[in-house]
Structure formats: C-alpha cells, structure tokens
C-alpha cells in the first residue's frame, strides 16, 4: 500500500536529473514566451487574425512571421512532451523502488490544477497548467500501459485530432470559422463597467467571442485601466473560453504529445549514448516540420474557406508537434555536446525551476502591460513584444541561476513537491551539490 511507502516517497535528487531534459525545458519557456508575450499585451482576439497587424513596420512584419511560423503552436508540444517524460520518469523511479504510484501523482495533479486555477483568475488567462493538470489524470492511467500499448493510444488519439479537425472544416464550410466573424456588431459602448458590458453583450448577441470588435475594446479597456475587480471578471470569462477551445480543440494532441514524451523515456531516447536518434530526430523533424510551418502560416490568411481551415488545420496541428521533435532532438545534441556550456547552464536553470519561470514570466509580462504595472496594454508592436519576451526571459533566467546558487528546488517547486511528497523537502544546497554543473 501507497501509505506503508511514504519514507520512500521522495523526489528525485539533483544528480539524478537528465541535463538535457531541463535544458530542452529552458528553451521551451522562451518559445512559449514569445507567444504568450502578444496575448498579455493584446486583446485575445489577436489569434483568429491570419496576417500581420495594419500599418505594421517591416521589422513587426518579420517578427510576427517569425513567432506564428516557427513558434507558436511549436514550444507547447515540446513543453507538452516534457511533461509527459517527467510522469513517465517519475512511473518508472516509483516501479524501482517497490513504491506505490497512485497517490503521489493524484496529489501532485490536483496541486497543479490548483496553481493554474490561481493563475489564470488572478494572473493571465492563458494558463495550460489546468489543462495539464486535467489531461495528467488520464495520463497517469496511460503511463502504465507496455510500449505497445502507449503507442496504439497516440494512434488513437491521432484519429480523434484528426475527427476534429474534419468537424472544423464541416463547420467553415457551412460559414462557422471565427476568422470570419469580426463584425462591428450593434455593440456600442456606454459608461457602464467594462464586465458589465461584456456580460450584457453576451448575453444580447451584440458580442460573441473575442473575435468580435466590442469584446476587444472592453478587453483593452479592463486590462489597461482595471480596476482589478473588472479585470479579474473578464480575465475569468475569457479564461473559460479558452479553457473550452484548448480541451475541446487541442486536448487530443497535448496528451498525444504526453504520450510522445512517455514513449521517449521508455526508449532511453535522452541517454547521451542515443546520439545517432538524437540526430534522426533533429533532422527528420526539422525537414517535415519546417516545410509544414511554413505552409501553416501561408495558409493561415485563408481559414474562412474550407481547403485553407483544412491546409492550416493539418500543418498546424500535426505538422507543429512533428516540428517539435525536431526542436527536441536538436537541443538534446546541444546540451550532450558541451558546446555552449554556459548558455545551455542557463536553460538548464530556467528550466530546473520550470513552474517558477513560467509563473514569473507571466507575473513579469503582465506588469508591462496590465493596469497594475505599466499599462502598455495595446501599445506596442510585434517586434517590441518580442524584445520584451526576452528581457522578461533573461530577468527570468537569472533569478533562476541565482536562486540555484543556493536552492535546491524553486520556491514553487518546493510547495508543489511538498504537497505531492507530505514532506517538506531540504532545500538549502550543501558545497558538494553546489558543485554540480548543468541540470544536476
């Protein structure tokens, strides 16, 4: 029984964590950001546009073709498969010391839904940590299943994305595409509260998503001016709608990826000895990849007829993931080469603390743009964002070295451990720990 094992309940120690596991986190954190950095600063409906802003610069021009092409869509599946290599990690460890496995994960799950639940109401409403924290508990099922048995799930699950890709280009056809609906609306703004206006709008028709221009004006207007109590409100419902589009529309392929990253640890594929694979997957994942990639961001103008959802739906949704093994595999070559050591060291720490870095890049991002902090909330251009990504990513990365210096664990990874071991873990580094080089 589980509660007969807890002595032997512990996380994993610092020389036992794979170097390269925590680097591919690192870089994963930064492409991330550079996504996430453009739905802090702008209205959420920013995603249903298949083209650069009007009036964009020719360096904005480039950067937003930059970041949609060969970011997003492309660091959450890596972030994703990481994941699911951790659970997979963390199955296998338990199975070696004899100890029970449901309990400890279920804590850990249920810790992490809290956080993102946290998160998202109180931060930024873009949080996958609810989605992961949802999607683990199907995972922690699937993680003890034979190889065979893991694959034959991501192939089931390459039907379901498939099946729902079809319905979304059923539903384009017959005119449903949001890309298409951003219409002026009756919609006409008052004095009232911004929420207030959301809801009415809502409620009346007069506003359907965050695709149409009323929601984006009392979006900018929540999140520049606040108060927090309205921001908090439209934060909540755009959360939720999020919430539904990521489950529903995406789900099937995070826990596919969970299940890419299962399937790399029960194959030894992080071992520095597989460089022959890492290679293999570097290469063949960059050479369908960016081809897809590509293509996703030339057919993205044309989502509102059916053969451009359909063209965008396939590079995108596939054509990501696949991309995203050829991020993995490139960066395992890094970071088992020891070229670029120090560069690699800071990944290896952002990534270390990755709970921590990604909650403080989105308390960070926030503050630049949020009524609270500098309100530049519509006020900036691509290339500015992505400036700023990295700014917000290097205060980031060197909080997270100094904090190693002496930590073991990031503070937030030290409270989600606690509450998944029921043990405070030791924290404060000793020399011979202090010693250790990349991941530890």
Same mark, same amino acid.
């Given at each position: 029984m589980e509660s007969a094992s807890l002595n032997r309940l512990v996380p994993v120690a610092v020389g036992k964590r794979i170097a390269s596991i925590d680097v591919a986190r690192g870089v994963a954190l930064l492409g991330i950001l550079f996504v996430n950095i453009h739905y802090m600063a702008e209205p959420a409906g920013i995603y249903f546009e298949g083209v650069p802003p009007a009036n964009s610069s020719a360096v904005s021009r480039l950067a937003w073709y930059f970041y949609h092409?060969?970011?997003?869509?492309?660091f959450y599946p890596l972030f994703s498969m990481l994941f699911g290599a951790g659970l997979a990690i963390q199955f296998e460890r338990a199975k070696v010391r004899g100890s029970g496995w449901w309990l400890a994960?279920?804590?850990?799950?249920?810790?992490?839904?809290?956080?993102?639940?946290?998160?998202?109401?109180? /931060?930024?409403?873009?949080d996958i940590l609810v989605t992961y924290a949802i999607l683990g508990f199907l995972m922690i099922v699937l993680v003890r299943l034979p190889l065979k048995g893991l694959a034959a799930a991501?192939? /089931?699950? #390459?039907?379901?994305?498939?099946?729902?890709? %079809?319905?979304?280009?059923? %539903?384009?056809?017959?005119?449903?595409?949001?890309?298409?609906?951003?219409?002026e609306t009756d919609f006409v703004l008052d004095s009232r509260p911004p929420f207030e206006q959301l809801i009415t709008g809502l409620?009346?028709?007069?506003i359907t998503g965050p695709w149409d221009s009323g929601w984006r004006v009392l979006e900018t207007q929540a999140m520049r001016d606040g108060p927090y109590s309205q921001a908090f409100? /439209?934060? %909540? /419902?755009?959360?939720?709608?999020?919430?539904?589009?990521?489950?529903?529309?995406?789900?099937?392929?995070?826990?596919?990826m969970f299940i890419v990253g299962a399937i790399l640890v029960r194959t030894e594929f992080f071992s520095p000895q597989n460089r022959v694979w890492h290679r293999r997957v570097a290469m063949g994942g960059l050479a369908i990849g960016v081809p897809s990639a590509i293509g996703a961001a030339l057919a993205a103008p044309y989502q509102t007829v059916p053969w451009g959802a359909a063209a965008y739906g396939l590079a995108q949704s596939f054509g990501g993931p696949i991309l995203s093994l050829g991020y993995l595999g490139s960066i395992v070559l890094w970071a088992?080469?020891?070229?670029?050591?120090?560069?690699?060291?800071?990944?290896?720490?952002?990534?270390?603390?990755?709970?921590?870095?990604?909650?403080?890049?989105s308390i960070l991002g926030t503050a630049l743009f949020y009524h609270w902090g500098l309100q530049w909330f519509g006020q900036t251009t691509v290339a500015q964002r992505l400036l700023l990504a990295i700014g917000v990513y290097a205060t980031v990365a060197a909080f997270a070295s100094l904090w190693l210096r002496s930590f073991l664990f990031g503070p937030m990874e030290c409270f989600w451990r606690s509450m998944t071991y029921?043990?405070?873990?030791?924290? #404060?580094?000793?020399?011979?720990? %202090?010693?250790?080089t990349l991941a530890s």
């Open positions: 092409t060969f970011c997003e869509g492309k994960p279920i804590r850990r799950l249920l810790t992490l839904l809290f956080i993102g639940i946290a998160h998202a109401l109180l /931060v930024w409403y873009g991501g192939g /089931v699950l #390459v039907m379901l994305a498939l099946a729902m890709l %079809a319905l979304g280009v059923i %539903a384009t056809a017959m005119g449903g595409h949001f890309s298409g609906r951003k219409p409620r009346d028709q007069s409100g /439209v934060r %909540a /419902v755009t959360w939720l709608m999020t919430m539904f589009f990521t489950l529903f529309g995406g789900g099937a392929i995070i826990l596919l088992n080469s020891g070229k670029g050591a120090g560069l690699a060291r800071v990944f290896s720490n952002a990534g270390r603390m990755g709970l921590t870095s990604y909650l403080l890049c029921l043990r405070f873990p030791p924290m #404060v580094r000793r020399e011979s720990e %202090a010693a250790t």
